[in-house]
C-alpha cells in the first residue's frame, strides 16, 4: 500500500505561525500519532506531503524515535488545497497498489480502526471513505447518498446547501483510492467552489459520475474522527485522549482519587495498590512500583518510583529515580537525573539536581543539593546546601557514608567530605574534610554580657 499524509496546508484556523501538525496533544505532535498508527502496516511506502522550508516538520517526524521506517517528503509549493497537495506524491507512488490518504490534523484514530478500514477495501473498489454520525457535523465534508444510500459526493461544509448541512454522516479525511483512478482523475479537479481549493473531496463525485464501485466504513467511536483546525478542537483531542489513558488505567487497578482532576498526558505503567491523589499531572514515561502513593497536585515527568514510595502533595519530579521505601515531598523538587536509593527522606523544599543520594540519607528541609554524590545514612540539616557554580563552571560534591551536615550549612563546592565527618551548624566548608573529623567553618560568637540597649 502507499500511505500518503497530507501536512502541507497552512493551518490559519490555528492562529499560529507554528505548523499545525506540529501542535502537540497530550506533549506529542499530532502528526507523530498518526505515523504512529500506521507503523505496524508493514510493505508499505509512506509519503508525507510538506510545505516549502518544512525542516522543522521533517526533522519532528525523523527525531521521534517510534519511527521504524522512515518516510518520504514531497513538496506541495502552494497550499491551493487536499485534492492539490495528493498531486506532490503522485510521482512516488506505485500504481499497483491502493493508496491510502490520511491527514495530518485527524490524531487520535487507533491503529485497529485504521485496520478495519484497510480490511474492508475490496480491489473492484475505485474509492472506499472513513465515515461517522456526529450531532454536531458543523466543519466537516458531508457525505451526500442517493435513494439507495449510494455515496453520490462530499459536500464541503462552505458549499453545502442548508438541506445539505443538516446531514449527520461526515468525511473522516481517511481515503483509500486505487492508485490508477487516482492519477487518471485527479486532472479532473477544478477550483470551483467556495474556497477555491483543489478538493480531494471531488473524486468520490467523479468516481460516482463514471459509475465506479464506492464504499465507505462508519466508525461508532466518533472521538477518533476528530479533526484539530483550532485551538479548540485542539483542547478537545487532549481532552479525550486523557479521559481514555485514565480510563485504561482504572480498568487496570489504578486508584485514582479523581479522575476529573488528574492530567495523564504520558505513558504510566504501575504495578498493585497504586494510589494517585487529586490535581496530579504525568508527561513523559512514568513508572511506579507497588504500593506507591502519588499525593496531590505533584508533578511527574519521566520518573521511575520503586515500590512502597510515597510522594508527598506538591511536588515536583522530573528524570529522577526514587528506590523502594522512600518519602518525598511535601513541596520537593527533583530534576535533571536525580537518583534517590532506597529508604530515603527527602523533605519540603528541598530541591536535588543532577545527584545520586545512597541509602538511608536524609534532607528533611529547605536544603539544595546540586551535582553531588552523597553516600549511606547522610545527614543534611535543614537549610544546608552544595554551592555548586562559581558564576561560570559547576562544580561537584562528594559526601561519603554516615556523613552529618549541620543546619545552615554551605559547601563550596568542588568539595569532598569524607566518611564518617560532622559538619558544624552555620558552616562555610570550602576544605575538604577528612574521616571521622569535626569541621566548624563559623565565626567565633561574641557574647557581651549584660548590655544594655542605649
Ligand atoms: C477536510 C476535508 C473534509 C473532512 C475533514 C476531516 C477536504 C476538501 N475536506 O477538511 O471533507 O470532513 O478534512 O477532518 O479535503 N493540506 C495540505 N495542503 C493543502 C491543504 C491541506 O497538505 O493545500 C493538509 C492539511 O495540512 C491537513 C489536511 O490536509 O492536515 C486537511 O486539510 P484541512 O484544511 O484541515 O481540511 P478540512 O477543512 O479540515
Ligand atoms: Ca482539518
Redesign the pocket.
Known sequence: MNVV???????R?MKSHFP??LHQICGKPM?CYVLDAIQCFEDSRIIV???PNSSEIKNTIIQSNNQKRKPKFVV?R????????IKSALPVIKDSAPTLIL????PLLTKKSLTNFINRFKTGEAISILTTKLKNPK????VIRGEKKEILA?R??TDASVKEKRIME????PMIIRTKFLKHTISEIQQDNQ?S??????LVEKAAEKKLNLNSYELKDADE?????TTKQKLEAERILIKKKILLCLNKGLQIKNPDNFTLRGDIKFKTNVTVDAGCIFEGEINLGKNVKIGAYSILRNVVIGDNVCIEPYSYIEESHIKKNSIVGPFARLRNGVLVGEQCRIGNFVEIKNSTIKTGTKASHLSYIGDAEIGKNVNIGAGAITCNYDGQKKHKTKIEDDVFVGSNTSLVAPIKIKKGATIGAGSCITIDAPAKSLNVGRAKQTTIKNWKKN
Open positions: 499524509i497530507l501536512a502541507a496546508g497552512i493551518g484556523r499545525k501538525v502528526i506531503v510538506v510545505p506541495q502552494r497550499a491551493l488545497g487536499t485534492g492539490d497537495a491527514f495530518g490534523d485527524v466543519g466537516y465534508g458531508r462530499i464541503e461544509e461526515i468525511y473522516a479525511g474556497q481549493e483543489f478538493y480531494l473531496t471531488d474522527i476528530l479533526g484539530v483546525n
